[in-house]
């Protein structure tokens, strides 16, 4: 897999307007986009360090993903994502390698990247992103 760099590293959080004085007062970095991923039922406020994204990702619904994380593990680390030229051949390319799927098929994600994630299963317990 031809991996470029890392795209953005996401951290689950309860309240993004809770967080931001953290990362905008604290640590200096300023938030350049906040959006709304409805079929993803979360919304995602985006800071640039360097070449790598931070993603806060707070959820919109008591049945998203991320509260399921939040109220498991609470709030934290919850991937890594790496940037690859095609998210489709990337995925072809861990199937053959035998890592599980969680998605079979590229999708729209925040920013209007083309997304997809390998099962932490497979992948050393970290939820890894693909991103295109």
């Known amino acids: 897999m031809d991996i470029s760099h890392i795209e953005h590293i996401g951290i689950a959080v309860k309240s993004i307007e809770s967080s931001l004085p953290y990362y905008e007062n604290v640590l200096g970095l300023k938030c350049y986009n906040i959006e709304e991923v409805a079929d993803q039922k ?8 360097g070449q790598t994204k931070i993603e806060l990702l707070e959820p919109t619904s008591e049945d998203s993903t991320i509260a399921k994380f939040i ?3 609470g709030e934290g680390v919850h991937h890594i994502a790496f940037a690859v030229p095609d998210v489709a051949d990337a995925l072809a390319e861990m199937d053959t390698k035998g890592v599980q799927l969680i998605d079979k098929t590229p999708r729209s994600g925040a920013e209007g990247l083309n997304i997809a994630f390998l099962h932490p299963k497979s992948t050393g317990s970290v939820l890894t992103e693909l991103c295109q």
């Open 42 to 49: 979360v919304k995602t406020a985006f800071f640039r360090v």
């Open 71 to 73: 109220e498991k593990k």
